[in-house]
């Protein structure tokens, strides 16, 4: 098992970052600093998104000693839910060069890299019912994966892609998930050899929001590949505290059943990657980030040594 920290490579223009970047020149410095085994590198994705832009981001990772993973976020056209599979289709296109983008990225690094990739998500409009959206959604997410798996066999790319359990907000009903359950997440890379992603936070809040089961089932545990460890605020503690929201917190509130989720993970024989996905505002909140992201570290290993 790895333990990896997560890094906007948008960190120079979003506000996340405004805090951690006044306080480090270069934010890998202080990933590195956590004494993390690896960098997950979120990257947002628009329909003028330019390969330059990440093509540095392999080796900056490298000479700092930290192996890269990449979560790429496909907005509007980008997105799954409005993947085909046909040569015009943005989706389509956009995942091909985002492929390659990864292969190079683990040629640079010589060891496979990681993809990890939020099935599709639409807006209700008033001409289809949520049902008929969420079919929709289900089926392109499908053949999305099932796309992604072909390509990555054909061309012998070394790139593993996961696929995530995503969070469904309550404050927007009018959001179509395809990934917002474990049955959708499993649904999505079914008829492939693809693993899942289990983001712990999210699954724990649509237990929360939407009485969705709290663990998942045996047959989504045995394809998790990749996990996202991070905890929440409860309301309570989230009241007033000046974020946006409650979840991608340090490991000390508690909320998230850690301690469980490490150890059907380990019973499972789960031996991959846990990447702590925590907010820089979140962290500096409660102090000194490399300190406070440190002790998040310290206490997901001995968790996991427990479980
Ligand atoms: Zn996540």
Not at 87 to 105: E, G, I, M
Not at 201 to 213: K, N, R
Request: proline share 6%; charged share 25%; aromatic share 8%.
């Amino acid at each position: 098992m790895r333990i990896g920290l997560h890094l906007g490579a948008h960190y120079r223009t979003h506000q996340d970052y405004e805090q951690l970047i006044a306080l480090f020149d270069d934010p890998l410095v202080a990933v590195r600093d956590t004494g993390v085994d690896f960098v997950e590198w979120t990257m947002i994705l628009s329909p003028d998104w330019q390969e330059a832009e990440y093509r540095d981001l392999a080796k900056r990772s490298m000479s700092y000693g930290l192996p890269m993973t990449v979560h790429p976020y496909l907005n509007g056209p980008l997105n799954l839910a409005r993947f085909e599979d046909a040569a015009h289709n943005a989706s389509r296109a956009t995942l091909q060069r985002f492929l390659r983008l990864t292969a190079r990225f683990a040629e640079e690094q010589h060891a496979p890299c990681s993809l990890v990739l939020h099935p599709g998500q639409r807006a209700l409009r008033k001409t289809q019912s949520r049902k008929e959206l969420h079919t929709e959604i289900m089926a392109r997410n499908q053949t999305a994966f099932r796309w992604l798996a072909r390509t990555v066999r054909a061309n012998g790319y070394p790139v593993r892609v996961f696929s995530e359990t995503v969070q469904r907000k309550p404050d927007r009903p009018q959001a179509v998930h395809g990934g917002g359950t474990f049955e959708d997440v499993l649904a999505s890379v079914a008829g492939t050899e693809l693993g899942v992603c289990w983001d712990t936070g999210h699954t724990y809040l649509a237990s929360q929001d939407f009485g969705e089961p709290l663990f998942p089932p045996d047959a989504f545990l045995k394809r998790v590949g990749h996990v996202h460890l991070h905890d929440v605020r409860n309301p309570e503690q989230f009241r007033n505290c000046g974020l946006l929201t409650p979840d991608h917190q340090p490991l000390v509130w508690d909320n998230v059943p850690l301690a469980e989720n490490l150890r059907l993970l380990k019973q499972a024989g789960f031996d991959g990657d846990i990447n702590l996905e925590l907010k820089p505002n979140a962290v500096l909140l409660l102090g000194d980030f490399v300190t406070v992201a440190r002790e998040s570290v310290a206490r997901l290993q001995q968790l996991w040594d427990a479980a």
